[in-house]
């Protein structure tokens, strides 16, 4: 069975920090570029940040310097390191290999003084 298991969400205040990790199983993700995505509440699904086979990486601008994508392949592991977190991070936060078609179960990630 081909999943994606997240984990690390929670609830911080503003300047904050978490790191959020997700474990592919019944698949291999070092061929594979992987994303993280998130939703806040009344809005649509966004890109975070991407990852390539190579180690690239893409970030949108208003996580740029504060958020940082990486993987492990060794772990089947990808992770989304978030410092600096502000009110407006807050939301469901995705890891998806489009590869597999494999998303993970969403975990909440919630920014409030």
């Known amino acids: 069975q081909v999943q994606f298991v997240e984990s690390g969400g929670g609830s911080v205040h503003p300047g904050g920090s978490l790191r959020l990790s997700c474990v592919a199983s019944?698949?291999?993700?070092?061929?594979?570029?992987l994303y993280w995505y998130r939703q806040a509440p009344g809005k649509q699904r966004e890109l975070v940040a991407h990852?390539?086979?190579?180690?690239?990486?893409y970030y949108t601008e208003s996580v740029k310097g504060r958020f940082s994508i990486s993987r492990d392949n060794t772990k089947n592991t990808m992770y989304l390191q978030m410092n600096s977190l502000k009110p407006e991070d807050t939301g469901v936060y995705y890891c998806?290999?489009?590869?597999?078609?494999?998303w993970g179960q969403g975990t909440q990630v919630t920014v409030s003084s």
């Open positions: 998806h290999d489009p590869a597999w078609e494999a």
């Open positions: 990852i390539s086979i190579f180690g690239k990486v």
């Open positions: 019944g698949f291999n993700i070092s061929a594979d570029w």
